[in-house]
């Protein structure tokens, strides 16, 4: 299958032997699907998620094989720890659970690959023994792989939200997020002004005088501030025509005082008498 062909020729150029696991959906299906399986090997502590020797690789799986029905599959071989989904293979290391219902809620698209941890080491030679058998069915009487109208019913009934079961995940969620709010604050203010071992201080985002919250009204006095300084710095004679009808104006007074200045001397030249004694 062209599903995870790049993880095929990775995992052969590797040198590692992949066994091709049959199976169908259902059992009116004629063409039996292929699993690709071998032993997950890494380096020692490379990959904490998923331990060597316990975890079976499973390579091409189909959009409708689930981790449950993975888990049902090879259930048959030993008792299935975890089964862990994902888009394409890498160093897998231990995450935190994601328990929440309504978010971080990923949708599988395409082919994927599968990590099946056991319990013990002896189960994952059996699972690869299965290529041996049968095409096994993904889809029983008894545990039934939703399709078409049924899954799609499932889907819309699922993504209807309960009130009270989102309210009481985001008040836990928040009550979380007070608590370590606090225990950060208090380990701050402790720390505060504390020099370390080579003398140096900490400086906090608090400071000796903590800003306040805003109100509205203090946010209008200091959007007015700031439309009054802005009206202060706004440059004269912006535009070169502006700037000639100064230059114009300017002139033009200077020659009006100039004609004054004409006829005040003019004036007191004719009053000057001579006057000898």
């Known amino acids: 299958s ?23 959906f259902a059992e009116r299906q004629r063409s039996p699907h292929c699993l690709l399986v071998k032993e997950h090997q890494v380096r020692e502590g490379a990959d904490t998620a998923h331990p060597p020797r316990r975890t079976l690789f499973v390579l091409n799986v189909p959009p409708y094989c689930g981790p449950d029905a993975l888990s049902r599959l090879f259930s048959r071989c030993g ?29 599988p ?31 029983t009487k008894s545990h039934p792989v939703k399709t078409g109208i049924s899954k799609w019913i ?12 989102l309210k009481a995940e985001v008040d836990a969620y928040m009550q979380d997020y007070d608590k370590k709010t606090a225990e950060e604050e208090a380990k701050a203010a402790k720390e505060e002004g504390v020099p370390d071992e080579e003398g140096w201080v900490k400086v906090t985002r608090k400071g000796r005088k903590p800003g ?27 535009y070169a025509w502006q700037h000639r009808e100064t230059k114009r104006e300017h002139i033009a007074q200077l020659r009006k005082k100039f004609e004054e200045d004409k006829q005040r001397i003019a004036l007191m030249r004719a009053q000057r008498k001579f006057r000898p004694y």
């Open 212 to 238: 306040l919250p805003r109100t509205e009204a203090a946010n209008l006095r200091v959007l007015e501030k700031e439309k009054q300084k802005r009206a202060r710095k706004e440059l004269l004679n912006f």
């Open 154 to 165: 499932a889907s819309y009934e699922a993504s209807i939200v309960n009130p009270k079961e």
């Open 79 to 107: 008792h299935v720890q975890s089964v862990d989904m994902c888009d394409k293979p890498g160093p897998g290391e231990k995450k935190d659970k994601l328990t929440s219902k309504f978010f971080d809620h990923k949708t």
């Open 2 to 24: 062209a599903g995870n062909g790049a993880g095929v020729a990775a995992a052969s150029q590797n040198g590692a032997s992949l066994a091709a696991l049959a199976v169908k």
């Open 109 to 139: 698209k395409g082919f994927q690959v599968a990590y099946v941890v056991f319990r013990k080491a002896a189960a994952v030679q059996a699972a690869k023994a299965l290529s041996k058998e049968g095409p096994l069915l993904i889809s």
